[in-house]
């Protein structure tokens, strides 16, 4: 697989955890630190099923990405359970440390190779793979974020109380977008691993967490298009300015400031790049451009 | 038994630098409600303006200390007026606050390794006052630095200051009732801005003292903020938004801590940090000595 | 009229005549992150040699003169952007050879892509035996190294510490979460224990630690002869400083994560003394027209990732020149035969691709200076 067919692959994967990301931080209002935790789960779960286990080809692939995105599932269950009734910044420093214990229980598992690393894991992730797994996951997405569980979700993430107040089990919102941002990481984790062909729990670390974050920021909180967007967008631009690789981060941090400051809908303005959104898109411009004409004419109607 | 007494004596050290750093973030959070993640960049910011004070500027000791104080708690106040307090006028939820600071953590950081660089700088010893020069004390088998002396000291009179500023002075009543409540004390006549202004200064100021002494006590870099997440656990351990909170949860984490190490491994330690941090968490959130948090509606 | 023709003419004929062929050379290394120093250090000296090469008009490959252009990429330290680099390297930048990968964790994940793209790569200072061999004993094609290996290396300073300082006692302080140091401190183990000797400690920290005095008070406890290190220079510095702090006075002993400039500023007057394993002696005559000249065009020290990736360059550039072409696949072929010596001792490449009793030298840290002690060769 060569280099650009391996730049997109990197694209699809990271735009599957950012997927469901976007739905536990865009849609829900949680904010997680620890996703690279998640990830981690699902790329060493579906390594030991696709390699150790001694599975037909055909099925072992298949079967470890299930097996990743199962496992780092279930794990979100039962950190949910703690800390999702917790404040916001209480999730937010627990995911954190979840994040860091995963990677330091991994780093001292010998049975997955600990902190030297797995090598020599098999080359299963294909380019075709990828796109159609990420097809999938924008489909899934789509369909929750505008189903009624979907608009549970925001609602949460406007006003908790009121959320609860209209009948909404907020617990088990919570819940449903966490699992399933887990699973989403967990699937991309798993191809992950069989795209690199070698893991290390420092693949997975803070860092890797971070990145996540920013590109669903970038994206722009809320909206699918400006998710996938903005993983393009930030996958591939350090590709093109290698030589600015040391202000990436810089730029970076401050362009996450401005866009909170001032554009928290990010590149795509909280806008989805579909039919009934650029028709909205189009209805408001023909009010507006309608109501400066009727301006303007009241105006020399009255000079007149 | 000398084992014992040494890692209780390396526990106490690494804890007063926990609960300088502590303590400003939990300042901070009574006030705001919020976790300001960009503190750990302000204890290195602090960090780094003593080094350069001392060592580029030639100044004396105390008045590179003073420098690395008013300087962090000016980056606080920047930080606050240019970034939160848009997003406060604005009533952003609360996720924007977060995401800013950990936008603002990541810039300040590479800011500082994309212009200073990367490498770890150390104090050069013959700068430091006379008496943080010598050897360590040592009664019997037991090994005292004498950083780490002047690094509780520095920290326990610092925490009693606070205090006492916040229990007995005016101002202080002012910062307490902004805590309690702000719309009514903005009614009552106290602008909350100046009070804001001022805890982030505070807090500031504290996490640069933070930064030179545990630049001090190990080497200056600018990954520092990452070691403040243990400062995030003990606040939280002790009692988010309570001061004695921080100080005792930093105290008693870093105990913790090092005995884990010393009696059964270090590699668990910091997941028994965590541990602890998730158990505190489901148990009594509040901390050991917290309010009880209110609902955020 | 006439004079436009003619420019054009000319310059035509200058272009072809200057259009001589290029080899183009590829090296990736952490030019970001913690190791940076060293990544840095690596481009700038095969930077350096390329210029050096083409101001004598290029390498002699085979009867013709070839410019040499270095194509260098930044993998932030991290696995996955390695892997990203490598096919960047081979399938954008179509190099012929790749030199560099200074860390074994980023050495290991390109090593399928190099084998299977046939492109070789000579890794400067990955001491991890799996960059070469594989868990099932297959040995990576394509995959060479200039440097000893951290089997070897630990047998190394084991034999120092038990046969040539006579210490019975050791203790180990690693850290936890890096392969090189736990598997460094793995191999001394167990040639120490094999000389007879014992280990009465085996404590760890985990990476970015500032701390060390938890582990440290359970190795003062456990009353050692010598205390090994096999960790980075940074950790090491701060480890010395707050051991003598602790009482601690022991001799240290170290691998080649201890060699750089920063290593006895950082620490100051706690390393006096103290032993370490390295690749060469930096301070040495072979190494001295190198650092000269390093010195000069860059204004500070090469570290020791400069004279490792030299010797990986030379060694593709000595390949090409036995193998007479300048083919990835006649450079591979080459290699396998390697058999010359560089600026870090003698380099003969063997079965497992590495190099074969290459000399590892016992340095001593003597004020600011790190002076050669003794330097020995394994069967």
Redesign the interface.
């Known amino acids: 697989m060569d280099y650009i067919q391996g730049i997109a692959v990197l694209i699809g994967i990271n735009l599957i955890a950012v997927l469901g990301l976007s739905i536990l931080t865009g849609f829900t209002g949680l904010f997680s630190f620890g996703h690279g935790g998640f990830m981690a789960i699902g790329a060493y779960v579906s390594a030991i099923v696709s390699s150790r286990l001694d599975l037909p080809h055909p099925i072992a692939f298949p079967l470890a990405i299930l097996a990743g995105a199962l496992s780092a599932a279930l794990i979100s269950v039962f950190i949910g359970k703690l800390t999702l009734n917790l404040k916001g910044d209480y999730f937010c420093i627990a995911t954190m440390g979840f994040g860091e214990a995963v990677r330091i229980i991994l780093n001292n598992v010998n049975y997955v190779g600990g902190a030297r690393g797995w090598a020599n894991l098999p080359q299963f992730t294909t380019w075709w793979i990828v796109l159609g797994l990420c097809i999938v996951c924008v489909v899934v997405t789509w369909n929750l974020i505008n189903s009624r569980q979907g608009r549970n979700l925001v609602a949460v993430r406007e006003e908790e109380l009121a959320a609860q107040m209209a009948g909404v089990d907020v617990f088990r919102s919570k819940m449903v977008a966490l699992i399933v941002s887990a699973a989403l990481a967990g699937i991309a984790g798993a191809l992950m691993a069989n795209y690199i062909q070698f893991l290390r729990p420092t693949m997975f670390n803070m860092a890797k967490s971070t990145d996540l974050t920013i590109m669903v920021i970038f994206g722009g909180l809320g909206s699918i298009s400006g998710t996938i967007a903005g993983t393009i967008l930030l996958v591939s631009l350090p590709e093109v300015f290698r030589n600015f690789a040391q202000w990436r981060l810089v730029i970076y941090g401050l362009a996450v400031i401005v866009i909170m400051v001032g554009r928290p809908q990010g590149i795509m303005g909280g806008v989805e790049l579909t039919p009934s959104g650029i028709r909205k898109i189009f209805a408001a411009r023909r009010a507006k451009a309608k109501l400066d004409a009727e301006l303007k004419a009241a105006e020399q109607g009255e000079v007149a | 038994m000398?084992?014992f007494l040494?890692?209780l004596v390396?526990g106490l050290?690494?804890g007063s630098i926990y609960a300088l750093m502590a303590v400003g973030y939990s300042l901070v959070?009574s006030i705001m409600n919020?976790?300001n993640f960009a503190h750990g960049s302000v204890i290195m910011l602090g960090a780094y303006f003593g080094f350069f004070a001392l060592t580029s500027f030639g100044m004396p000791f105390t008045v590179a200390f003073f420098v690395a104080f008013f300087g962090s708690a000016a980056v606080a106040v920047l930080l606050e007026r240019?970034?939160y307090k848009?997003?406060r006028d604005r009533r952003?939820?609360?996720?924007?606050f977060?995401?800013?600071a950990?936008?603002?953590?990541?810039?300040?950081?590479?800011?500082v390794?994309?212009t200073i660089g990367?490498?770890?700088k150390?104090f050069p010893?013959d700068l430091l006052p006379a008496f943080l020069q010598g050897?360590?004390l040592?009664w019997g088998?037991l090994?005292v630095?004498r950083i780490d002396i002047a690094i509780f000291v520095v920290a326990v009179i610092s925490l009693a200051l606070l205090i006492l500023f916040i229990d007995f002075t005016k101002l202080g009543k002012a910062i307490q009732a902004t805590a309690y409540n702000m719309k009514a004390s903005a009614l009552m006549g106290i602008n909350p801005n100046f009070v804001i202004i001022l805890v982030f200064a505070i807090g500031g100021g504290l996490a640069g003292i933070a930064g030179v002494l545990y630049g001090m006590k190990?080497?200056v870099f600018p990954?520092m903020s990452?070691?403040t997440?243990k400062s995030?656990?003990a606040a939280?351990f002790g009692g988010?938004g309570s001061l004695q909170g921080a100080l005792l949860g930093s105290l008693l984490l870093a105990l913790i801590?090092?005995f884990v190490?010393?009696y059964l491994s270090?590699?668990?330690?910091?997941?028994f940090?965590?541990?602890i941090?998730?158990a505190m968490?489901?148990v009594r959130?509040s901390g050991i000595m917290g309010k009880v948090?209110e609902?955020?509606? | 009229m006439k004079k436009t023709l003619c420019s054009i003419l000319l310059s035509t004929v200058a272009l072809s005549l200057s259009a001589q062929s290029t080899v183009k050379i590829g090296w990736f290394g952490p030019e970001t992150g913690d190791s940076a120093l060293w990544g840095q250090a690596e481009l700038a000296t095969v930077k350096m040699m390329a210029e050096d090469y083409n101001a004598k008009g290029g390498i002699a490959v085979g009867g013709k003169k070839y410019k040499v252009e270095i194509v260098g990429y930044d993998d932030k330290g991290d696995s996955v952007e390695a892997v990203n680099v490598v096919k960047r390297l081979i399938y954008q930048d179509k190099v012929v050879a790749i030199v560099g990968a200074q860390g074994s964790g980023e050495a290991i994940p390109v090593a399928p892509l190099v084998n299977e793209a046939k492109i070789p790569l000579v890794a400067s200072t990955a001491t991890n035996p799996k960059v070469t061999v594989n868990d099932n004993g297959s040995i990576n094609a394509f995959v060479f190294r200039a440097c000893f290996t951290d089997p070897y290396q630990g047998k190394v300073a084991a034999f120092f510490a038990s046969q040539k300082l006579k210490k019975q006692k050791a203790a180990i302080l690693m850290t936890i979460d890096d392969p090189y140091s736990t598997g460094l401190s793995q191999y001394f183990k167990e040639s120490f224990e094999k000389l007879g000797g014992k280990v009465v400690a085996e404590v760890s920290y985990t990476s970015g630690e500032k701390d060390f005095r938890a582990p440290l008070t359970k190795i003062k406890a456990a009353n050692p002869d010598i205390i090994f290190i096999p960790a980075y220079y940074n950790d090491v510095a701060l480890a010395a400083k707050q051991a003598r702090e602790l009482g601690i006075h022991q001799l240290l002993l170290g691998g080649d994560g201890w060699p750089s400039d920063n290593l006895i500023s950082l620490a100051g007057k706690s390393l006096e003394g103290c032993l370490f394993i390295n690749h060469l002696d930096m301070d040495g005559p072979e190494a001295k027209p190198m650092r000269d000249e390093y010195k000069k065009k860059y204004g500070k020290n090469a570290e020791l990732n400069s004279y490792m990736v030299y010797d990986a360059l030379s060694m593709v550039v000595d390949a090409m020149q036995r193998a007479k072409s300048v083919e990835p696949a006649a450079i591979q072929k080459a290699l396998t035969t390697t058999n010359f010596k560089g600026v870090t001792g003698n380099i003969r490449i063997g079965k497992n691709h590495d190099p074969e009793g290459k000399e590892a030298w016992l340095i001593k840290i003597v004020g600011p200076d790190m002076k050669f002690q003794e330097k020995f060769a394994a069967k």
């Open positions: 000398d084992q040494q890692q390396n050290s690494i959070y919020f976790s240019l970034a848009p997003l952003a939820p609360f996720l924007y977060i995401i800013t950990m936008g603002a953590s990541i810039f300040i950081d590479n800011s390794i994309a990367p490498t770890p150390t010893t050897d360590p040592e088998a090994s630095g190990y080497q990954q990452a070691i997440l995030f656990i939280v988010l801590e090092t190490s010393g270090t590699q668990y330690r910091d997941l940090a965590f541990l941090l998730i968490l489901v959130p948090a609902d955020k509606a």
